[in-house]
T-cell receptor
């Protein structure tokens, strides 16, 4: 149980175009999902918290107009990188909480396999 | 703000031996959760172990166990009988319930298991 998928696993796009990354919780409902960015051999940097049915909460320094997040259902959140530039090239990871879990399990985050974005 | 420190950027261990990864954190909170996540070369993040701060007993999961010292704000991970598949980057993470339930990650430790 508690599987999170991401699509696509890797994408190459041209500078100036937009790209959408999907994050799905496959066997549980997630009112909250998280989007991270990770550089090689570095830690995960939280970009934003995606809330089902409401606006996302962005971390300081993250441009909300550039990284659009939509959490339209209890199993799907999307991250759209608009007007992509080479500096947006990175590994993007989503995670979700299974809030129906009991006790401490409700606070575990289950991670997707990540999406490697390359902007040329 | 909470911070998590992993002071060992890289470590190596021989197969079948035991290794301990260190983690310290800074918080004024009393109720929180601590996690160790593993990120193998596939880059899929995998939960290794979870510790609730209100529990004095150290969490264990098969070959993985923690030494949780609340007063010292220390949360080390011990891997016994190391296997080649344990080669990965290990992240220590802190979470305070209610504050957006966000995970605060340490910088990570790259562990290499040698045959």
């Amino acid at each position: 149980g508690a599987v999170v998928s991401q699509h696509p696993s890797r994408v190459i796009c041209k500078s100036g175009t937009s790209v959408k990354i999907e994050c799905r919780s496959l066997d549980f409902q997630a009112t909250t999902m998280f989007w991270y960015r990770q550089f090689p051999k570095k830690s995960l940097m939280l970009m934003a918290t995606s809330n089902e049915g409401s606006k996302a909460t962005y971390e300081q320094g993250v441009e909300k107009d550039k990284f659009l997040i939509n959490h339209a259902s209890l199993t799907l959140s999307t991250l759209t990188v608009t007007s992509a530039h080479p500096e947006d090239s990175s590994f993007y990871i989503c995670s979700a909480r299974d809030q129906t879990s009991k006790g401490g399990g409700a606070y575990e985050q289950y991670f997707g396999p990540g999406t490697r974005l390359t902007v040329t | 703000a909470q911070t998590v420190t992993q002071s060992q950027p890289e470590m190596s261990v021989q197969e079948a031996e035991t290794v301990t990864l260190s983690c310290t954190y800074d918080t004024s909170e009393n109720n929180y959760y601590l996690f160790w996540y593993k990120q193998p070369p596939s880059r899929q993040m995998i939960l290794v172990i979870r510790q609730e701060a209100y529990k004095q007993q150290n969490a264990t999961e098969n070959r993985f166990s923690v030494n949780f010292q609340k007063a010292a704000k220390s949360f080390s991970l011990k891997i016994s009988d190391s296997q080649l598949g344990d080669t990965a980057m290990y992240f220590c993470a802190f979470m305070k319930p209610g504050y957006g339930n966000k995970l605060v990650f340490g910088a990570g430790t790259i562990l290499r298991v040698k045959s």
